[in-house]
């Protein structure tokens, strides 16, 4: 059995910047939402507010750049040109591109070049020749307003989802911004089929828990987490974990809401909830069993309602929510 090793989760946002390329001013905001947008200029433009301003892009843009691997899953699902698209480190999250697993056999039938990643890089993005460049504001792969400017020098950037936001509400920003209500009204329909038809799929008897190990104990999801709210959206009751847990020293410091800390020898606070593991490193249950022994004797390993979900699980989209909606289905139908 595999013991469950420490590997970073998160990517870096380290931007590097290529030699005797000189800062821009920096765009003023203003109070308009991100990614409302007037209507298309006679000069075949939109004008669409955003992170960090104001930017007019081309109304029919068909040579879009992700520069946020984040953000390339919400544009595919939106149907948008993505020519090519920042990735990230290889790893058990990802493809041998650097695309994350739950989108990447599209990625790739689409044809989207992968650029050097985790790090921005400013001669690969002007490579390719983009006529949109389109990156994250928030998170591991945000962009920051100075590579921002730098990049609005190849081409018009837009920079979307300023927040820790769900999927579903930055999908509708990225299709006020790109004129693609449509399709996002398309999704939303979809994704509220996928969660009555779970939902009347799954048992509801016990409490549910989902969780990463790490090496000092697990990491809880809590109901303000993308996968809390999918749990909720599917009718799962969230067990709630004592109050005396914060997630001081986790990634991302005290003041995260979306995980809170477990050590191992507090197992029992799981009471009688099911168990749901996002299998980062591809463990099986036995796995965890051997590395926390503690979990052994609480009901969810007793009576087999522990199960794993998926490294998808780590990152919700529009692509990792159907997979792991189907996953839980499966194991708790």
Known sequence: MKRIPFRPALVTGVVTAATGLLLLTA?????????????PGDDGTRSVSHVYGETEIPADAGNVVSVSVTSTAT?????VPVTASATTS??????????FSQWADLAVEREV???PGPEVSLEAVGAAEPDLIVG?????DAIDESTYEMLSEIAPTVVLGEGD????????????????????AEITEEYQE????SSEALSHDNDVVMLTGTPDGFNVFTPESAQGKLLADLGLNQHEM?????AAGAQGGADRTDIVQLSPERASDFDDSTLLFVNLQGEEIADYAESYPTLENIPAFEDDRAFTVGAEGFRMDYYSSRLISERLVENLG
């Open 136 to 140: 994250n504001g928030f998170g591991a």
């Open 242 to 246: 004592p109050e005396d847990l914060t």
């Open 194 to 197: 996928l969660v009555t038809e």
């Open 165 to 184: 936001i769900p999927w579903t509400e930055l999908t509708e920003q990225y299709a006020e911004a790109f004129d693609r209500q449509d399709r996002a």
């Open 90 to 99: 290889p790893g058990p999250l990802t493809d041998e591109n650097g695309f």
């Open 75 to 79: 544009l595919l699902s939106l149907d």
């Open 27 to 39: 765009c003023g905001t203003d109070s308009s939402p991100e990614g409302s947008t007037d209507t």
């Open 113 to 115: 070049e992968p650029l």
